[in-house]
């Protein structure tokens, strides 16, 4: 089912998401609204805090790009629960977005390479390692887990400008 996502500046989305316990049905709805909340608002990753649901849980689904059609699947996304990275690697520049700050995007430094441990939507371990693009929407989606937006790891100026001009579009 799609939801409503969870709009910047929401204080919501600075609350530091709960660790999952239960694989149960409740966890695997919840996955299901997310995938088809994420793809209805043309998203690539979405946390669980974006619908109002402070639990470690995101999602994301890299669209392949087979010329003129954009296909999703759902069979292509990873479904993340109780993430850890336990490497961050070098550094590289992206632009990013974020459907809780819709139509504003800004380049953002992160780490280039990552290795990460979560869960899957049935409690089993597995380990990720990517120096893609994947690496980077994981670590934007792990920002969520802990109560950060994107936005905050702008430079003073560019922070300075997004709210410039944030407060302008909310009028
Ligand atoms: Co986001």
Same mark, same amino acid.
């Given at each position: 089912?799609? @939801? *409503?996502i969870v709009v910047y500046p929401d204080k919501r989305l600075k609350m530091v998401s709960d660790e999952v316990t239960e694989f149960n049905e409740e966890l695997h709805m919840l996955l299901d609204d997310m995938y088809d909340t994420m793809v209805k608002k043309k998203g690539v990753g979405l946390a669980a805090i974006q619908i109002g649901i402070a639990k470690r849980v995101l999602i994301v689904n890299l669209p392949e790009d087979d010329g003129d059609d954009v296909a999703v699947n @759902? !069979? *292509?996304?990873f479904e993340i629960i109780n993430p850890v990275f336990t490497k961050l690697e070098g550094s590289c520049k992206n632009q990013e977005?974020? &459907?809780?700050v819709p139509g504003f995007y800004e380049d953002v430094e992160r780490a280039a390479s990552i290795v990460m441990e979560y869960q899957n939507r049935h409690g089993e371990k597995k380990v990720l390692q990517n120096q893609d693009f994947l690496a980077i929407a994981l670590q934007h989606e792990m920002d969520h887990l802990n109560g950060k937006v994107f936005v !905050? @790891? &702008?430079s003073? &100026? @560019?922070?300075k400008k997004f709210e410039k001009e944030w407060k302008k579009k909310q009028k």
């Open positions: 089912m799609v @939801k *409503d @759902k !069979e *292509d996304t977005g974020c &459907l809780s !905050e @790891k &702008l003073i &100026l @560019k922070r």
